[in-house]
């Protein structure tokens, strides 16, 4: 089974100069295109290029809690002050920021960034017409198809998840459409 490679290898490798033949190309497509575009789309590139590293370092992590969870490490269940053991709903928090063109998605101790429009489209899904499930499967299959890194930081199973019907309860609790 080939080893996959971490975050800090790959760093450590692009330091060195030793790049990988795609790692190059694609570099040089980049640096060649640069030029071409304006202030918006280079800003644009660089807010995801910071998305695409941060959630590197989230895998980066997932995979070191799973293989600690592997060698025998049990991790708790997250309580309450009261002692209870916390519902789904309890773990989820949505901020936006000033200016309205992102919105975190905290979940826990992490977050995941959305753009506004991605914030839109999930929010049209969860207020769409459907039964309950039905809503639940459109999201998890929008999810799963444009933002599969929300998986990393959100254990959502399937469809029938209770993470993924308390996080439709909130984006339809916090967002109303107009």
């Not at 790049?19 to 918006?40: G, H, M, V, Y």
């Not at 200016?99 to 992490?110: A, F, K, M, P, T």
Request: charged fraction near 35%.
């Amino acid at each position: 089974m080939a080893k996959k490679t971490t975050v800090k290898e790959k760093k450590l490798e692009n330091k060195k100069g030793n790049k990988d033949p795609q790692w190059e190309s694609l570099a040089k497509e980049l640096r060649s295109l640069i030029p071409q575009l304006d202030s918006e789309g280079l800003a644009f590139l660089v807010e995801q290029a910071r998305v695409h590293l941060y959630n590197m370092q989230v895998d980066e992590l997932n995979n070191a809690a799973i293989a600690a969870d592997c060698a025998g490490e049990k991790y708790r269940a997250v309580k309450s002050k009261t002692g209870k053991q916390k519902s789904a709903g309890e773990d989820f928090r949505i901020d936006g920021t000033e200016s309205g063109s992102s919105y975190y998605l905290h979940y826990r101790n992490d977050n995941i960034m959305f753009s506004r429009n991605e914030m839109i489209r999930l929010v049209k899904i969860v207020n769409a017409e459907g039964t309950d499930l039905e809503i639940r499967e459109r999201l998890f299959a929008w999810f799963g198809r444009e933002r599969s890194d929300i998986f990393a930081l959100v254990p959502i199973a399937d469809k029938f998840d209770d993470k993924l019907k308390a996080l439709a309860a909130l984006i339809k609790k916090t967002f109303k459409i107009r």
